[in-house]
């Protein structure tokens, strides 16, 4: 009888320590995947009945076969309505020949025919996602202007509903059908270049929108090698803590050290070309409360997403890699999770990185910089032909661009021409920010090598960057792009759902793509 008492009292005992092991609830929020989209076809006729989508550059309606009692009841409707067909604008139709729904989209306007082709079927998928019928698009349009349509429909149709339980419905998921005159090339141009790149964003908006207890260091380098199984000319390499100790990566390690959740560096290193490879450095902070300097609490959930730079060098790589890019890339992701627990770095402290360089932590907060900086250093040993960095960096940025713009830093012309060129091509438009040598003079530390922050305010955006070149030899070409201000929609656009952007997937694509080393 005593001896089962004692054991009791054991059992209560030991139960919470080993509770303690649990990282977590250890328990999943979900099972299942996010609904599955529409799928896209390409024929050379339009169907007769469902949704018609009639892309439309002015007035005019395209050629498309419609009998001539819908025609004329479309170009009716148009003239009530004044519809003038500009980029941006729609018209829907009901009740007019065998069609359940009919929607103009307008395409007319300045700049790149691809890029307002591409938001046409962005804001088609957005204006019909509650639309239970399968949907053909029309517009007199060619192979490369239906893959453009098809990229846009499948970027604007993204969706993340893992989540939702309650009163949930399946979505549509009826086929969309895009009109051309010549299916077969449309068809081969979007199997090997556009899904690849709509493949790749949705990586890095998946990333993102997971909550912090699902997505950190270890989870977010599992996920990631799930997307690239089976992608050919891929190599993945993953340092642990104690590999990072052994090198003396103290900067990103130090980030990290508050948190249960230990820090790693990913290099995924795709091989599709010749010479050296570009590198692309993103940061991963997958969850940033702040640390010992604590963040507000309005709004902290938005930094389940501070890792939104590593996402989207991953998402990019994932695009070259399955269009099979005439390219060499290696994407860093540097992860951690910044916490204020009992083994936190405390504002004061010193850390060393790699290289040997050491930094004075004057404030926690500014930790994104802290795990690029080892990054860098690391991903330099592998000889690239430039880096590029990208990161949800600061505030600063988001003041002086808002949502409009990345910004972007540079120490090489060339290298920032070509990011510019590849944001207007894209849509993932950069601005070009200041890099002034008073800012490394400001960031010079008392008693270390640099100082993680000014302390008063200054240009935060242009001091971060500053930080971060620091660890990057200036003979590499060398550029930064804080994302901070375009990572996250607070509203639908065209081919960006409200959420997360997966901004700079599609620049990095391009980037690679076109640079050349100078």
Do not use: C
């Amino acid at each position: 009888m005593y001896r089962h008492v004692i054991a009791l009292a054991l059992a209560s005992i030991a139960t919470p320590t080993i509770a303690q092991t649990i990282v977590g609830s250890g328990i999943e929020p979900g099972t299942t995947a996010n609904s599955q989209v529409r799928p896209v076809d390409f024929a050379t006729q339009i169907d007769r009945d469902g949704v018609l989508v009639i892309l439309t550059d002015g007035t005019a309606l395209p050629e498309m076969g419609l009998d001539a009692g819908t025609a004329a009841a479309v170009r009716a409707a148009i003239a009530a309505a004044k519809f003038e067909g500009k980029a941006e604008s729609s018209l829907t139709l009901r009740g007019i020949g065998s069609y359940a729904r009919i929607q103009l989209v307008g395409t007319m306007g300045d700049g790149d025919k691809a890029i307002r082709l591409r938001d046409a079927g962005g804001k088609a998928a957005q204006d019909l996602k509650d639309e239970a019928y399968p949907v053909s698009i029309a517009g007199n349009l060619s192979a490369s202007d239906a893959a453009s349509v098809a990229l846009g429909y499948n970027l604007g149709q993204y969706r993340f509903d893992r989540y939702k339980t309650v009163g949930k419905t399946a979505p549509p998921v009826q086929k969309v059908t895009i009109v051309t005159n010549d299916p077969r090339a449309a068809e081969t141009e979007w199997n090997t270049r556009g899904r690849a790149l709509a493949d790749g964003v949705t990586l890095s908006r998946d990333l993102a929108t997971e909550p912090a207890n699902v997505i950190y260091p270890e989870s977010f380098v599992a996920r990631v090698r799930t997307a690239f199984a089976g992608v050919p000319g891929v190599k993945i390499e993953v340092l642990d803590e104690p590999a990072m100790r052994r090198m003396n990566m103290g900067s990103i390690v130090g980030v990290g050290q508050g948190s249960r959740r230990p820090s790693r560096i990913m290099l995924v290193e795709y091989s599709g070309g010749s010479g050296a490879p570009l590198a692309f450095v993103g940061k991963g902070i997958t969850f940033d409360s702040g640390g010992i300097s604590l963040k507000p609490g309005s709004g902290m959930w938005e930094m389940k997403s501070d890792m939104s730079g590593a996402a989207s060098v991953m998402g990019a790589a994932l695009s070259l890699a399955k269009s099979r890019a005439p390219v060499n890339v290696i994407a860093v992701a540097a992860l951690a999770e910044n916490m204020p627990g009992g083994n936190a770095q405390r504002p004061g402290d010193v850390v060393r990185t790699m290289s040997g360089k050491t930094i004075e932590i004057l404030n926690t907060d500014a930790e994104g910089r802290l795990v690029l900086a080892d990054a860098n250093e690391y991903v330099a040993t592998k000889k690239p032909a430039g880096i590029v960095n990208i990161a949800t960096l600061t505030g600063s940025i988001v003041q002086a661009l808002n949502d409009e713009y990345a910004g972007l830093f540079a120490r090489d012309e060339g290298l920032a021409r070509a990011l510019a060129a590849a944001g207007t091509v894209t849509g993932e438009e950069v601005w070009r920010m200041p890099l002034h040598k008073n800012h490394k003079e400001d960031l010079k530390s008392d008693i270390a090598d640099i100082k993680n922050v000014v302390e008063g305010g200054g240009p935060g955006a242009s001091l971060g960057a500053t930080f971060i070149g620091y660890f990057v030899d200036e003979a590499t070409p060398w550029a930064h792009l804080d994302i901070a201000g375009v990572n996250w929609a607070d509203k639908a656009g065209p081919v960006t759902p409200k959420g997360a952007s997966g901004w700079g997937v599609r620049l990095l694509d391009q980037l690679a793509r076109n640079w050349k080393a100078e």
